[in-house]
């Protein structure tokens, strides 16, 4: 299993950021865990719009690369 999968695996365990609910942090710690999983940064993009998918109300593409 590669970074990519491993990191993956970890976000499908990460709960949705919910607006109101420390949504930003929930963003900022998804971010972060790619980041320090060592992921490329395509691969963290990539990661993290699925991520986002799931979120309520999805980020933006413009929050999201700010947080990551």
Do not use: I
């Not at 695996?9 to 999983?37: D, I, M, W």
């Not at 998918?53 to 413009?62: G, K, M, T, Y």
Request: glycine content about 6%; proline content about 6%; some cysteine.
């Amino acid at each position: 299993m590669n970074a990519t999968d491993r990191a993956r695996l970890y976000l499908e365990k990460l709960p949705p950021a919910v607006s109101g609910q420390g949504g930003h942090n929930a963003t900022f710690l998804a971010a972060c865990s790619l980041v320090r999983l060592g992921l490329s940064e395509l691969d963290a993009w990539t990661l993290l719009l699925e991520w986002n998918s799931r979120c309520l109300p999805p980020w933006s593409e413009r929050e999201l690369r700010h947080k990551l």
